[in-house]
């Protein structure tokens, strides 16, 4: 009679800013929308660790739910 709790994992990161929209759009396609994602915009540039220039990020949040799904997200 009772619903079974469902368990979502996370992941979190950085992603440029001009890099956003298709990073979505991948993650929506691998994912078959199944999957929450939350970003924003960080107010100061961050130093990029690989070219050492300062660049525009957002920070991201995403919910999912299941192991096959981790596993396309990460990849």
């Known amino acids: ?25 991948v993650l929506w396609r691998a994912t078959r929308g199944n999957l929450f994602m ?3 915009e960080i107010a100061q540039p961050i130093r990029d660790p690989h070219t050492g220039t300062l660049a525009e990020k957002n920070v991201f949040v995403i919910f999912y739910q299941g192991e096959r799904a981790q596993q396309k997200i990460k990849k």
């Open 1 to 25: 009679l009772f619903p079974k709790a469902i368990e979502l994992g996370f992941l979190s990161g950085v992603v440029l800013r001009e890099k956003l929209a298709t990073f979505e759009r």
């Open 38 to 40: 939350r970003q924003m």
